[in-house]
């Protein structure tokens, strides 16, 4: 079967979902981030209008989907033309931040999609840079031709095996290290001797859940997605979209003292997936509430069957405490020839500047 792939304006956004939909449920344990809750959330939050790339067999039937924004960024000896596989190129409408990142393919069509999706990028004459976010280690959209490629930065992805979980009886502290295993239970002994209970939100509840994770969240951190409206926004619909088939859950934690903290979580073909998190001031100088909720959110999940419970990709010591077992996920940018580029990669050397810098 011979596979046309091509790049087209978005269709409207009825159509669009249509398609996307009906190509999810062909396909074989795809990423969350590539499905119509995330991508149809992030269309509608940002107003952006990057390319739809499509590959379709010869009755016209969609095989792959993906969308493609282009920008001019900024680079060492100035403007680049650039591509983003499902992101803008506009780094205030990218702050979602997509991991898992690939083509929506339909089952068993995966390699032969990924092909003609490649030869479509290289017959594009547009762009001189492509930026391939959060993508396996072993993407095959490695394989696309180019000048040079550089792996901008890699993260591991922190993880805690729920069946390993339910094995050990439901002793979930058994399976870290014993320095962790002390943490939460000091903490826990200072909540009361029990984890906090835990709500899921409903339609009503979302609003002012997220307003108080945003509240936990000021001045916190020096770059804060939570500042921003346009991330608010894209939050609030993705987890109102989400609630309808439980794809997406905001959780909130409280114990006798009040609330502990909030998660954000998304739920994916047997996986938990936390996409956003915020918690109260400890309450004692050993008091650890981020680790409490995140060990009752384990629980929660191991007791609804779950496989996985994914704290997503960050290198922060927290997640690697809390995790059984982990992946990565990488950040690639692809380069055909230009003057321009050739001329930053000699003052790279020169300078001993990163890729990432």
């Not at 690697?320 to 982990?326: D, K, P, R, V, W």
């Not at 380069?335 to 810098?357: C, Q």
């Amino acid at each position: 079967m011979s596979l046309t792939a091509q790049f087209s304006p978005l269709p409207d956004r009825a159509a669009l979902a249509s398609r996307w939909q009906a190509l999810e449920a062909r396909s074989h344990a795809s990423s969350f981030f590539l499905g119509w809750t995330w991508t149809g959330s992030w269309l509608d939050s940002y107003g952006v209008r990057p390319d739809l790339l499509t590959v379709t067999d010869d009755q016209g039937r969609d095989v792959a989907l993906a969308l493609v924004g282009h920008a001019l960024r900024p680079r060492l000896t100035g403007r680049v033309a650039t591509l983003h596989l499902n992101q803008s190129g506009d780094p205030t409408a990218d702050r979602p931040y997509v991991e898992y990142n690939g083509l929506l393919s339909a089952q068993g069509q995966e390699a032969d999609a990924t092909v003609a999706a490649i030869a479509a990028l290289d017959r594009r004459r547009d762009w001189r840079a492509l930026t391939l976010a959060g993508i396996a280690p072993d993407s095959p959209l490695l394989a696309l031709p180019a000048r040079r490629r550089t792996r901008v930065d890699h993260a591991p992805v922190y993880q805690v095996d729920l069946t390993a979980v339910r094995r050990a009886g439901g002793d979930y502290l058994s399976l870290l290290s014993s320095n962790t295993r002390s943490q939460i239970r000091r903490a826990i002994k200072d909540h009361g001797g029990t984890l906090p209970e835990v709500e899921v939100a409903g339609l009503n509840d979302i609003a002012p859940w997220l307003d108080e994770m945003a509240t936990l969240n000021r001045g916190r951190h020096a770059d804060n997605a939570w500042d921003d409206e346009g991330f608010r926004r894209f939050v609030a619909t993705i987890a109102a979209r989400g609630l309808t088939d439980g794809s997406v859950e905001v959780m909130r934690f409280t114990d006798a003292g009040g609330l502990v903290g909030l998660l954000v979580n998304f739920v994916h073909r047997g996986q938990a997936l936390n996409y956003q998190s915020a918690f109260a001031d400890p309450r004692t100088a050993k008091d650890k509430p981020g680790l409490l909720c995140h060990t009752a959110a384990v629980d929660h999940y191991a007791a609804r069957s779950l496989s996985l419970y994914s704290l997503l990709a960050g290198k922060d010591r927290y997640k690697q405490s809390l995790s059984t077992c982990e992946e990565s996920l990488e950040w690639w940018r692809l380069e055909r020839f230009s003057p321009r580029l050739e001329a930053e990669a000699v003052l790279r050397r020169l300078l001993k500047r990163p890729a990432s810098a």
